[in-house]
């Protein structure tokens, strides 16, 4: 089109319309190129976590409590990027399910105590720049980002992904569900 324009002497009215049409065409074809970027956007690197898979459960608890504790965690494991769960209730590992870590006792630090203070989630989205991850030596060693999700005011739910930045608005939105509803079957047990 640049190298018709430049060439012709004369310019009509018919090839101004078109090289006109033919700016905006290109515009558009471009800006369609941009926009798709950022609605797919590149998916993080993810690992894989180093530990070995398990399934841990305190072996006191109620069945039903088992059922519905098994239940949930199979729930995140399959529809979210958690790769690693550990359930803390009123200080004691209810459940540990997923890659397993190294140690599988837990020594609540401060983002643990802040959950359960705020009873608000925290989500630490790529672990290798938070200096906290020292509180998470229950988790895998090379887990990427982390959630806490506060099980009412006495527990948490900790998930570990293998992709930092990887959970989504939706993701978050199902986790609270669920540890909404682990909060209400420990609060009965609790109360028992």
């Known amino acids: 089109m640049l190298v018709n324009r430049l060439t012709t002497p004369e310019i009509t009215s018919s090839q101004a319309r ?3 049409l033919g700016v905006v065409l290109s515009s558009v074809l471009i800006l369609t190129g941009l926009i798709w970027q950022q609605v797919q956007p590149k998916t993080p ?3 894989q976590l180093i530990g070995n898979k398990g399934f841990e459960m ?3 608890l109620p069945q039903a409590v088992k059922t519905e504790l098994a239940w949930a965690s199979h729930l995140l494991l399959t529809n979210t990027v958690t790769q690693s769960l550990l359930i803390l209730f009123q200080g004691q590992v ?7 870590g190294p140690r599988s006792d837990v020594e609540p630090g401060s983002i643990l105590n802040r959950v359960l ?5 925290i989500y630490l989205v790529d672990l290798n720049i938070y200096p906290g991850r020292v509180e998470f030596g229950f988790l895998p060693d090379n887990t990427q980002g982390i959630i806490c999700q506060p099980i009412g005011n006495k527990g948490v739910l900790i998930l570990g992904a293998n992709a930092p930045r990887s959970y989504t608005k939706q993701d978050e939105r199902w986790i609270a569900g669920i540890a909404d509803k682990l909060a ?7 109360s028992i």
């Open 18 to 20: 078109g090289d006109i």
């Open 45 to 47: 690197n993810a690992v």
């Open 58 to 60: 305190l072996p006191e």
């Open 94 to 100: 209810l459940l540990r399910r997923g890659i397993l």
């Open 117 to 121: 203070q705020t009873e608000k989630p």
């Open 184 to 190: 209400v079957t420990l609060n009965i047990i609790d």
